[in-house]
């Protein structure tokens, strides 16, 4: 029996642990297809007779003076600007640095965001409408998208709140990378974009195709805090006094695509 125990006790652990395993799968499929484009919604950006920037906002490397600092803090620190600003500091340090200390104020920053909610709406600008009146016809008749006139999509913060721009970029990164849409806070739509998807009005009715901007809803809270850079001997570090936090919310247009819905009435809408 004695022999059997271990090849027991391993089946035994296989068993609990698969279970979970399987879970986290699941988990993740789930999380994966949560922001999943509907085919309601197409990309228009080779289309679109405006061409947007991209926004483009990779996460700022730390140096190794920065990474050092920003781990000596018990405050996550997640702001681009303020990793930058210390990415372009340097601090020389002398092995007669005995009995020497400093304190520099750096100033009070956002100093990280974390997201609560991540939610697209695909229909959350109305930007075109395109109709035609088939009620006199014998046949069907093909109606596709065509902007009528230039759009422009703003989102924004939600409410006003200190170092916005600040916030809006922490904001944009997070969403980006939870939803890996295009996303961006102000995007246009020129006029005379087409898309060649068409939709078919039969006859004696009316045919209205509605374009829309989608958006994304983000909110979270953001994190503020008094920077201290503490100079002890040969040691660096910091300390953040004076932390607050305030929730906050967004919304941030999806970059060069639109949301397409389509009736054909009886009568008018």
């Known amino acids: ?24 799968k699941a988990t993740v499929k789930r999380e994966a297809v949560k922001y999943t484009v509907p085919s309601s919604v197409r990309n228009i950006s080779k289309e679109n ?26 405050i996550k620190i997640q702001n681009p600007d303020l990793i930058r600003m210390l990415n ?12 020497y200390r ?33 009620r006199g016809g014998k046949a069907p008749y093909k109606i596709h998208y065509v902007q009528e006139s230039q759009k422009i999509v703003r989102g924004g913060l939600t409410s006003k709140i200190p170092d916005a721009e600040m916030v809006k970029k ?27 998807h068409v939709y078919n009005i039969p006859a004696n009715r009316l045919g ?11 909110k979270g809270k953001v994190t503020y805090g008094e920077v201290y850079l503490m100079l002890k001997g040969n040691k660096k570090f910091i300390v953040v006094k004076n932390v607050t ?19 054909a009435p009886e009568h008018p809408r």
Do not use: C, H
């Open 102 to 134: 400093a304190i520099v104020y750096l100033g009070q920053w956002p100093l990280n965001y974390e997201s609560t909610e991540t939610s697209p709406n695909w229909e959350y600008q109305k930007i075109n409408t395109n109709f035609f009146d088939n």
């Open 245 to 263: 936090s305030q929730g906050i919310g967004a919304w941030i247009p999806v970059q060069d695509f639109v949301s397409f819905g389509f009736i």
């Open 208 to 218: 209205y195709l509605f374009a829309y901007a989608p958006g994304v809803s983000e």
């Open 49 to 74: 007779t405006y061409p947007n920037s991209t926004q483009d906002l990779p996460l700022l490397q730390p140096s190794d003076l920065t990474k050092k600092l920003i781990d000596s803090s018990k």
């Open 1 to 24: 029996m004695k022999k059997f125990a271990p090849v027991l006790m391993s089946m035994l652990l296989i068993m609990t642990i698969l279970p979970t395993a399987f879970a986290e």
């Open 170 to 196: 922490m904001m944009l990164l997070t969403a980006m990378e939870k939803t890996r849409l295009p996303l961006a806070f102000e995007t246009v739509i020129g006029g005379g974009t087409k898309n060649d």
């Open 88 to 99: 372009e500091s340097s601090i020389n340090s002398t092995p007669f640095a005995i009995g």
